[in-house]
T-cell receptor, first 114, second 117 residues
Framework: NAGVMQNPRHLVRRRGQEARLRCSPMKGHSHVYWYRQLPEEGLKFMVYLQKENIIDESGMPKERFSAEFPKEGPSILRIQQVVRGDSAAYFC????????????FGPGTRLTVT | AQTVTQSQPEMSVQEAETVTLSCTYDTSESNYYLFWYKQPPSRQMILVIRQEAYKQQNATENRFSVNFQKAAKSFSLKISDSQLGDTAMYFCAFMGLSGGGADGLTFGKGTHLIIQP
C-alpha cells in the first residue's frame, strides 16, 4: 500500500507566478490535511478537506491560497501570485475518516520563491 | 484556540543516555489526542507515539514513553537508550475532537535533539 504521495518534491517559482502542489492520499483515505512549515518552525495547519468538500479552512491565508480535493484525482493546494514569504515546506497528510485520529504524512513539497 | 509550547529549542546527549523532551499545551477542550512526531533530516514526519486524553495510563512504544499530566497540561517524551538514529527534530502536537471528529494538528516549534557518539 503506497504511502501519501506529494509532487513535485521541489518547486521553484518566480515572484508573481502560480504554484500548484499535489497530494495523493493513501489508498482508501478520503480526508486530506495541508500544513505549512516555515524555516525553523513547526508545521502550521492550513486546511482540512474531504472529497469535494472543505471541512475547515481556518488556517488558510485569506488571499491567494486555495485548496480542492475533487472526486477524482489528487488534492491540489494552489498559491497565486507567489511572494518570497510563501517559501516553505508544504506537507499533506491523509486519514481514512474524521473519526480516525491518525494522520499519515507525505514527504512534503519544498517551495522556493525567487 | 489551543497552543503547544516546547521550551527546549535544542538538546544534546550522549548515545545510550536517557533524554526527556518537554511539552506543555493549553486548551479548553476535554477530549483530545496528543502526539510526538519525529522529523529527521529527510524532513519526513514520522509518528513516534500518541496519547488519548481520556486514558490515564502513559503510552509507551519500545524505547519511547510519555509522561502525561492532564491537570498540568504537560506531555513530555522520554527516550531511553538513545541511539544515533534518534537525532532529529521532535514536535509535540495536539488534536482536538470538539467538532465530533478529528481536527487539524497544532504543533509546537520543535526540539532539535542531537545524539552524540
Amino acid at each position: 500500500n503506497a504511502g501519501v504521495m506529494q509532487n513535485p518534491r521541489h518547486l521553484v517559482r518566480r515572484r508573481g507566478q502560480e504554484a500548484r502542489l499535489r497530494c495523493s492520499p493513501m489508498k482508501g483515505h478520503s480526508h486530506v490535511y495541508w500544513y505549512r512549515q516555515l524555516p525553523e518552525e513547526g508545521l502550521k495547519f492550513m486546511v482540512y478537506l474531504q472529497k469535494e468538500n472543505i471541512i475547515d479552512e481556518s488556517g488558510m491565508p485569506k488571499e491567494r491560497f486555495s485548496a480542492e480535493f475533487p472526486k477524482e484525482g489528487p488534492s491540489i493546494l494552489r498559491i497565486q501570485q507567489v511572494v518570497r514569504g510563501d517559501s516553505a515546506a508544504y506537507f499533506c497528510a491523509s486519514s481514512p475518516g474524521r473519526a480516525t485520529y491518525e494522520q499519515y504524512f507525505g514527504p512534503g513539497t519544498r517551495l522556493t520563491v525567487t | 484556540a489551543q497552543t503547544v509550547t516546547q521550551s527546549q529549542p535544542e538538546m544534546s546527549v550522549q548515545e545510550a543516555e536517557t533524554v526527556t523532551l518537554s511539552c506543555t499545551y493549553d486548551t479548553s477542550e476535554s477530549n483530545y489526542y496528543l502526539f510526538w512526531y519525529k522529523q529527521p533530516p529527510s524532513r519526513q514526519m514520522i509518528l513516534v507515539i500518541r496519547q488519548e486524553a481520556y486514558k490515564q495510563q502513559n503510552a509507551t512504544e519500545n524505547r519511547f514513553s510519555v509522561n502525561f499530566q492532564k491537570a498540568a497540561k504537560s506531555f513530555s517524551l522520554k527516550i531511553s537508550d538513545s541511539q544515533l538514529g534518534d537525532t532529529a527534530m521532535y514536535f509535540c502536537a495536539f488534536m482536538g475532537l470538539s467538532g465530533g471528529g478529528a481536527d487539524g494538528l497544532t504543533f509546537g516549534k520543535g526540539t532539535h535533539l542531537i545524539i552524540q557518539p
